[in-house]
């Protein structure tokens, strides 16, 4: 693609079994069986790549997939110093009552608590954290169903893919631009980031776009031009009949000193 520079992908080496069987054990989870090859065949993925803009690298898009070492849990124990009424994430799960079944076609939602089974994937730059999901999980009892999901900066959930692989062709496809998971969101991404996505992925922008909002920008006000620069017509204010009254008296007060002053001169 015209501008792009500086493409950068680092080789990794395979992970080897016992660490994968070392991370079920510890996590009380089964990897999938397309993530384990995935991992059986390089441990962690990482591509990047940069723009010249006025002669000028500027790095833009980032593919990556921790390695086994920091597939690390989203929810870290609790440590011995912290305060005991510190909040934390499980704090949003308060709801007693959360039901596990998702609105209408759509999944239901992690939770933040002992529920779910969270390990961090892609930490995005700081944009969110796509991670991979045991729902419905039970203490003491091995994990066997995930699925990927993506947390943005406001911890919403958002589901990406059922599986592992989906979401590899789906990084893929998106080139790894910034902000490309929050076009699976309610919101979208920064209008910087969609110049960047018209630019360098124009036909999946241009898709998503429609899918996402079918009816048109709903979000949107709908602004009408005839109407709001539309100039109003002034109603002339009525004259008063003091002002009137002034006016004329000033008006004979100056001609007659100007007769005066003619006088004058005679």
């Not at 962690?44 to 390695?67: A, Q, R, Y």
């Not at 699925?147 to 789906?170: G, K, V």
């Not at 992925?201 to 709001?228: I, R, V, Y």
């Amino acid at each position: 693609m015209p501008g792009v520079v500086d493409v950068r992908f680092v080789e990794r080496d395979p992970a080897e079994k016992r660490s994968l069987l070392s991370w079920e054990q510890k996590n009380t989870c089964i990897l999938p069986e397309d993530l384990r090859d995935f991992y059986l065949t390089t441990d962690g993925f990482t591509l990047t790549w940069s723009v010249k803009l006025d002669h000028e690298c500027v790095p833009l898009g980032c593919m990556m997939i921790n390695s086994v070492a920091r597939l690390s849990p989203l929810l870290q124990p609790v440590s011995l110093f912290s305060l005991p009424n510190a909040p934390s994430l499980v704090d949003l799960d308060w709801e007693e009552n959360s039901t596990e079944s998702g609105t209408g076609n759509a999944p239901a939602a992690p939770h933040f608590d002992s529920r779910s089974r969270i390990f961090e994937l892609d930490s995005c730059g700081g944009n969110g954290k796509v991670c991979l999901v045991y729902k419905n999980c039970t203490p003491g009892v091995v994990a066997q169903q995930s699925e990927i999901w993506f947390l943005d900066r406001s911890l919403c959930w958002n589901f990406l893919t059922a599986t592992f692989s989906s979401y590899y062709r789906l990084m893929i496809t998106h080139l790894g631009l910034p902000e490309w998971q929050y076009a699976f969101t309610p919101y979208g991404p920064s209008p910087q980031s969609k110049q960047w996505a018209s630019l360098y992925q124009p036909l999946t922008f241009s898709c998503e776009h429609s899918f996402s909002d079918p009816a048109g920008d709903s979000h949107l006000n709908k602004l009408d031009p005839t109407k709001a620069f539309k100039g109003k017509a002034k109603v002339p204010a009525p004259k008063k009949k003091q002002s009137a009254q002034c006016s004329m008296g000033s008006t004979a007060k100056n001609q007659g000193s100007t007769g005066r002053h003619i006088g004058a001169k005679r």
